[in-house]
């Protein structure tokens, strides 16, 4: 069975500046991928960024990108030049390489944007 | 329709009530999921269907949770003798099942509150 971890319960940034989320996993798998989900006080979960286990190159989304350690199975998200609206919840996620495969999820990082 | 569609978005109930809370996917969408999301933590799976059939069923917590998919479109998830345990958001999912890592979208979910 496969579990994330994610040891940050809260975190807080000022607007414009960095934050790194941490997020770590356990699996025998040798292929996968890896998501942060986004939720926002509308409960709606919203897909920030995927990341394919045989691929080294991390991935980005704009101001969203990873740092994905497969060895030490690692996977964290950066948020540059934060915005207020970054305010939310953020659930990191594994999904096995098969079609269909359910996520399991981390119990989330409350994160604040302050002015 | 554009989105994932859950309803009721919020449902109050006694304990030992029957309640029903109903999954819209996005049309065309073949694989369906659903989750529970505890005060403060991650989302749990549930169950999983495929078309109308129901692979995985691993998740449901106990006899009293069922599920079931008709037209390959809408879902429903009965929960029988409410306890003050199932008092949760339950958050249903959907995806377009093309191949290994496919985006699951999630909708707004549902509040359960058992007095």
């Known amino acids: 069975a496969q579990t994330v971890t994610q040891s940050q319960p809260e975190m807080s940034v000022q607007e414009a500046e960095t934050v790194t989320l941490s997020c770590t996993y356990d699996?025998?798998?040798?292929?996968?991928?890896l998501f942060w989900y986004k939720q926002p006080p509308s409960r709606q979960m919203i897909l920030v960024i995927r990341q394919e286990a045989y691929k080294q190159q991390n991935a980005t989304e704009n101001r969203f990108s990873v740092n994905f350690q497969k060895a030490a199975k690692s996977f964290s998200l950066k948020i540059s030049d934060s915005q207020l609206g970054d305010t939310a919840m953020y659930f990191c996620a594994f999904m096995k390489h098969e079609p269909a495969s359910k996520l399991t999820f981390g119990t989330g990082t409350r994160l604040q944007v302050t002015l | 329709g554009a989105g994932v569609s859950q309803s009721p978005s919020n449902k109050v109930t006694e304990k030992g009530k029957d309640v029903e809370l109903r999954c819209d996917p996005i049309?065309?969408?073949?694989?369906l999921y659903w989750y529970r999301q505890r005060l403060g933590q991650g989302l749990e799976f549930l169950i999983y269907?495929?078309?109308?059939?129901?692979?995985?069923k691993s998740g449901l917590p106990s006899d009293r949770f069922s599920a079931e998919r008709t037209g390959e479109s809408v879902s429903t998830l009965t929960i029988q003798r409410t306890q003050q345990e199932d008092s949760a958001v339950y958050l249903c999912?959907?995806?377009?099942?093309?191949?290994?890592?496919?985006?699951?979208?999630f909708g707004s979910g549902t509040q359960l509150s058992v007095l």
């Open positions: 699996t025998s798998e040798s292929n996968y991928y």
């Open positions: 049309s065309g969408h073949t694989a």
């Open positions: 999912a959907s995806s377009a099942d093309r191949g290994p890592g496919e985006k699951l979208f």
């Open positions: 269907f495929q078309g109308n059939s129901a692979p995985d």
